[in-house]
């Protein structure tokens, strides 16, 4: 993987961690007030911004620049 590929990669993975852990973590906190579990959909879209950043963090540690 070049440098340029990594660095779009990085760019769609931020895309994807912006859209989705804010959303979970309002669905969290919003079922926290009212006493309830956390909904599935907000597990699901936290499970995805945290494989998101893992992968961002990946990509940047193995082929990243300097």
């Known amino acids: ?5 990594a660095d779009w990669l990085t760019l769609l ?4 961690v912006v859209l989705t852990l804010p ?9 926290l007030k009212r ?17 998101a950043v893992l992968l961002m963090a990946l990509v940047n540690v193995v082929w990243g620049g300097a």
């Open 13 to 16: 993975c931020a895309a994807v």
């Open 35 to 51: 006493g309830e579990p956390m909904p599935g959909w907000g597990n699901a879209l936290q499970g995805v911004g945290l494989v």
């Open 23 to 31: 959303l979970a973590f309002g669905a969290r906190r919003s079922a």
């Open 1 to 5: 993987m070049t440098a340029v590929q």
